[in-house]
C-alpha cells in the first residue's frame, strides 16, 4: 500500500469516526414546540412518503421526530416508506423525504459510505420527480453522502462529502468554525420563494446550519444557503480543499414537472439536544428561523410557494 493511499484511507476513517462521535451525541428534543399557528392544509393533506428502506439513520421516531410533528400539525399526510423505490411504490406520494441513507445497517461499518440505492431505483425516483413529484434530500457529510452519491448525480447535484468550515460568518456563540449563519445582514440567505414565504411574517432572517457538506446544483439551481468566499470546504480525502465558489448548504431546483430542494445538513430542519447538559442542537436554537425554513420548503416543495 502506497503512503498516499495508506493517508487517503486513514482520512476516510476519521471522518467516520469524527461522525460517529457527533452523532451519537444527538438525540431528538422531546420538548420541542412544534405547534403551527396557521397551518398549510387543513382539508386535501398531501401525502408525504417518510423514507425508513435505506439504513436511515435518522428516522421519524427518533431524531427526526421533531421534523415529523412539525410538518404532521403543518397538514401532511406522513407516510413511512419500509419497500425499495419503484414507480408503483412511488405513485400515489406528492413529496418523498429522504434523510442521511447508509450502505450498511450501522454508520460505523465498512460498508456504511457504498450507495444506499440501487441505479433502478435512481431511475424511478427521477422519472418520478420529472412527472411532478417533489423530493426533499437531506444528507450530512461521509459516509451518508457517500451513501448518496449515486442518487445525486442522478439528480445532477454534487456532494462535496466533506466539511465546511468558516470561522467570518460562524455563530459566535458556539464557537465552532462549522456552525454557519446564514442571514440578510452578511448576504449569505438568498432571495427566494423559500426564504421568502408567503408572507412578511414568514420571511427568514437568520438560519444555522451545522457541520454540513457543501453542495453544487445543476445548472439554474437556486442557492438559498449560498456559501461565503471564506469558506472551506475539507474533503474525506487526505489534504484536499475544494474551492467554495458557487457552492452552497441548500439548494433548490426543478427537473421536469417535479421539484427538488437539498440540504446539507440534517440537523438544521430537527431539534435536537446535545450534551450533559442537553444544549439545542438545530431549529430549538432560539432567535433563529430554522423552523419557519422547514415549513417554508414544505411549502415549496407542495407547489403552495412558486
Not at 412544534?34 to 427518533?62: G, Q, S
Request: glycine fraction near 8%; aromatic fraction near 6%.
Amino acid at each position: 500500500m502506497t503512503e498516499s493511499v495508506a493517508s487517503s484511507l486513514f482520512s476516510c476513517a476519521l471522518v467516520i469516526v469524527l461522525s460517529v462521535t457527533a452523532f451519537s451525541q444527538q438525540i431528538a428534543d422531546r420538548h420541542f414546540d412544534a405547534r403551527v399557528e396557521n397551518p398549510a392544509y387543513k382539508k386535501n393533506f398531501p401525502r408525504v412518503l417518510f423514507d425508513e428502506a435505506h439504513n436511515n439513520f435518522d428516522t421519524t421516531n427518533n431524531r427526526y421526530k421533531p421534523f415529523a410533528d412539525l410538518i404532521f400539525n403543518d397538514g401532511y399526510h406522513l407516510v413511512v416508506n419500509r419497500q425499495p423505490f419503484t414507480k408503483e411504490s412511488l405513485r400515489s406520494s406528492k413529496i418523498l423525504i429522504i434523510v442521511n441513507p447508509l450502505g450498511g445497517e450501522e454508520i460505523d461499518e465498512e460498508t456504511a459510505g457504498e450507495p444506499a440505492f440501487t441505479a433502478s431505483e435512481c431511475d424511478a425516483l427521477a422519472d418520478w420527480v420529472r412527472d411532478g413529484g417533489a423530493l426533499l434530500l437531506i444528507v450530512d457529510a461521509a459516509p451518508f453522502s457517500s451513501a448518496a452519491e449515486t442518487l445525486g448525480k442522478k439528480l445532477g447535484v454534487e456532494m462535496s462529502k466533506g466539511h465546511v468550515t468558516d470561522p467570518a460568518n460562524s455563530d459566535k456563540e458556539s464557537g465552532d468554525p462549522a456552525i454557519l449563519v446564514y442571514s440578510r445582514e452578511n448576504r449569505l440567505l438568498g432571495e427566494s420563494s423559500i426564504t421568502g414565504g408567503r408572507s412578511g411574517a414568514e420571511r427568514l432572517t437568520r438560519v444555522m446550519v451545522f457541520n454540513g457538506q457543501s453542495l453544487k446544483g445543476p445548472e439554474g439551481s437556486d442557492a438559498f444557503l449560498k456559501l461565503a468566499d471564506t469558506a472551506i470546504d475539507s474533503s474525506s480525502e487526505a489534504d484536499k480543499k475544494l474551492p467554495v465558489a458557487g457552492r452552497a448548504q441548500g439548494i433548490a431546483f426543478r427537473l421536469g414537472k417535479g421539484r427538488v430542494v437539498v440540504l446539507a445538513d440534517s440537523a438544521m430542519a430537527s431539534a435536537q439536544v446535545t450534551g450533559s447538559d442537553n444544549r439545542p442542537f438545530g431549529m430549538n436554537i432560539p432567535d433563529i428561523d430554522n423552523k419557519q425554513l422547514t415549513l417554508n420548503i414544505m411549502h415549496w416543495l407542495s407547489g403552495m410557494l412558486k
